[in-house]
């Protein structure tokens, strides 16, 4: 009996102990959760609040950190995110004499973030330029740490063919994009790049035939151009920075009519549409704003200027056509920086 009593007493404190033991787990595992956080570790909390959409974020740091660092990593925090730090956000501090930590709470508001497209590279922000103006999205706000805002630009003035009153901006607090213009709506925008690439692709079966080496192609565009669409002289002149049809694609190929940069467009598009690479040129020639066009041949890359190759309509000159840098720059100015010869393989992009 008393052997019994043994075993079942020890059962008990078996049991009491393995309770005690469960009993106390959690409050270690609390204990562990209230550590004391570094910066690190504080934005990789903040980043995982963030993602979750959480407004409130509480946790226990060194009491001697100040808003100015809790700022930063609450910036840092939202940029790994796709965030950035613009609505107001409330931070609050409880200090105890008898620590050395504190417990911070950061109060983010609804509209604390605002949506960035993060761009890590200038490739990267080439392809977002060339993806964006293609399809005509503009609503994007795009970082990077490095600034490429002007790959932005440069790749709307190589690419003018998608250019319809389209406008490049920057904000002070590092973001940047394209919106249209208010001269244009979307609607009116998007009916007349379709009407474009359609009278590209009908060109291109007209003039493009089967084994033409690229020189042979880009001496039909150049030709076509020529023969279907004549100077817009009236608009060439007139003062102001008004959208017109005869700066675009569509006032080459569908109206039959365009300046200097609607030419170079819709060489452009129609080089897209049969397997060439191609990029508008911006400077100056024969005293004003010029813009034509440089070709990748195969073997070679040449300027070529429809332009001033379409002379009165009778007979189709080829004094531009195909010519060398330094021929070009016999008549022709530009920066050399703003339209570097290699960057014509980003018309792969489009």
């Given amino acids: 009996m008393k052997n019994k ?48 959409g959480e407004q409130t974020v509480t946790f226990t740091a060194p009491a001697n950190f100040t808003t100015a660092q809790l700022r930063n990593a609450l910036d840092s925090a939202a940029k790994s995110q796709n965030r950035m730090l613009s609505g107001s956000v409330q931070f609050r501090k409880q200090t105890n004499s008898a620590s050395a930590d504190a417990k911070y709470t950061i109060q983010l508001s609804s509209d604390a973030f605002l949506k960035i497209k993060r761009l890590t590279s200038e490739k990267a922000a080439v392809k977002a330029a060339a993806k964006a103006l293609k399809n005509t999205k503009y609503t994007a706000n795009f970082y990077s740490d490095t600034s490429y ?45 379709a009407a474009a690439e359609q009278a590209a692709e009908d060109a291109v079966k007209d003039c493009i035939a089967s084994g033409m080496t690229a020189k042979q192609k880009a001496r039909a565009i150049h030709d076509y151009l020529i023969v279907h669409c004549s100077y817009n002289e009236q608009v060439a002149s007139a003062a102001g920075n008004q959208y017109h049809d005869a700066f675009t694609a569509y006032g080459a190929l569908v109206k039959g009519s365009a300046v200097c940069q609607g030419y170079a467009a819709a060489f452009n598009l129609m ?5 060439l690479q191609s990029m508008a040129v911006c400077g100056r020639a024969g005293g004003v704003a010029h813009a034509w066009n440089y070709v990748n041949l195969g073997n070679r890359s040449r300027y070529i200027d429809c332009t001033w190759d379409d002379t009165d309509g009778k007979k189709i000159s080829d004094t531009y056509f195909c010519v060398t840098e330094a021929e070009m720059r016999r008549q022709h100015s530009w920066t050399a920086g703003d339209f570097p010869a290699k960057e014509i393989r980003y018309a792969k992009y489009f």
Wanted: aromatic letters at 12%; a positive charge.
């Fill in 5 to 52: 009593n043994r075993v079942a007493a020890a059962w008990i404190c078996f049991l009491l102990l393995l309770a005690g033991v469960c009993f106390y787990a959690p409050t270690r595992v609390n204990a562990s959760a209230s550590k004391a956080l570094n910066l690190e570790q504080i934005e990789q909390t903040l980043a995982q609040a963030i993602k979750n």
């Fill in 271 to 275: 080089a897209q549409k049969c397997g």
């Fill in 149 to 193: 805002y002007k790959v932005f630009v440069k790749m709307l003035q190589q690419h003018p063919e998608y250019n319809y009153n389209t406008v490049v901006w920057r904000n002070t607090n590092g973001t940047y994009g394209y919106h249209r213009g208010s001269s244009i709506t979307k609607k009116q925008q998007k009916e007349k790049m």
